[in-house]
């Protein structure tokens, strides 16, 4: 089989993401022939209309990563029950202009992590709402809603022995779907 590239593309910016601790350990779960790429979001511009056609050097290597990947992960806090405004942010950049969305065809899953009870789940629904817009092929199960505790994510940056198979089963089949569309 061909080595896969995965984009990440974690919703929080935040300096000790929950989200992007999480994604970094579901990674580790993943065969040896999978690279994972963490997209850079937090230096996007806004997107404008305007600038259709004349993308800033940060949108260029946003969409340049998008056009490398064979599927996109995507993990995200919740915010306000919705998704960050700037995972939003990067999703509209990497869509436009118009017709020529990178993200297109490519397969996709979604992963909500928060301390709050829902654990992202609205986050993760909205999301899916824009991928499927997006023409992404979205991963519909397992359904992944994280409740951030601590032992969630290890000392050694692993998903902790109590939510591990569960992470498996995830990882396993996500990589599955992707590979089907590689």
Not at 26 to 53: C, E, S, T
């Amino acid at each position: 089989m061909k080595p896969l590239r995965i984009a990440v593309v974690v919703g929080s910016i935040r300096q000790d993401s929950y989200s992007r601790r999480f994604a970094q350990a579901l990674a580790r779960l993943a065969p040896d022939d999978v690279k994972f790429d963490f997209i850079r979001i937090d230096d996007l511009p806004h997107y404008n209309q305007d600038h259709d056609g004349h993308d800033a050097p940060e949108t260029q290597r946003l969409k340049r990563a998008i056009e490398a990947a064979d599927g996109v992960l995507f993990v995200t806090p919740e915010y306000s029950r919705s998704i960050p405004g700037v995972l939003k942010n990067a999703l509209d950049l990497g869509a436009r202009p118009y017709g020529q969305s990178r993200w297109a065809g490519k397969p996709a899953a979604a992963v909500g992590v928060s301390p709050g009870a829902m654990a992202g789940s609205m986050a993760v629904q909205h999301l899916r709402n824009v991928l499927a817009a997006m023409d992404m092929r979205t991963l519909a199960g397992p359904e992944m809603y994280i409740h951030w505790q601590d032992g969630l994510v290890d000392a050694e940056g692993r998903v902790g022995e109590g939510s591990r198979a569960f992470a498996q089963r995830f990882m396993d089949t996500f990589i599955d779907w992707v590979r089907r569309f590689a």
